[in-house]
């Protein structure tokens, strides 16, 4: 299973996003970060994605350590940020009964 994320802020926040992200905790050995992939234009700021792979059996430990490290940049102006986990598809059919 995978955690998607997105990250995003005003350009005017690069800098202080840059050296937040390169104190921030290291990913926990369980899981595998794809990316950070970045894009950005003066209409929506710079938008960050990154997957997350896991487990499902560690999903919980998962969301958890997620938590912790998108507040790590906490109070960086404009910063914003969602992170949802997403299921195989034989394991999204079992949720619902098939």
Same mark, same amino acid.
């Given at each position: 299973?995978?955690?998607?994320?997105?990250?995003?802020?005003?350009?005017?926040?690069?800098?202080?996003?840059?050296?937040?992200?390169?104190?921030?905790?290291?990913?926990?050995?369980?899981?595998?970060?794809?990316?950070?992939?970045?894009?950005?234009?003066?209409?929506? *700021? @710079?938008?960050?994605? +990154?997957?997350?792979?896991?487990?499902?059996?560690? &999903?919980? /430990?998962? $969301?958890?350590? %997620? =938590?912790?490290?998108?507040?790590?940049?906490? *109070? @960086?102006?404009?910063? +914003?940020?969602?992170?949802?986990?997403?299921?195989? &598809?034989? /394991?999204? $059919?079992?949720? %619902? =009964?098939?």
């Amino acid at each position: 299973m995978v955690i998607y994320s997105l990250v995003t802020y005003p350009q005017e926040s690069a800098t202080p996003m840059v050296t937040k992200f390169m104190e921030a905790p290291e990913i926990p050995d369980f899981m595998t970060r794809l990316g950070p992939y970045v894009s950005a234009s003066r209409a929506d *700021g @710079i938008r960050v994605i +990154a997957i997350f792979e896991l487990d499902k059996s560690r &999903l919980a /430990e998962g $969301l958890e350590f %997620l =938590g912790s490290y998108f507040a790590h940049f906490f *109070g @960086i102006p404009g910063y +914003a940020y969602e992170y949802k986990p997403y299921f195989e &598809l034989e /394991e999204a $059919l079992k949720t %619902l =009964g098939m």
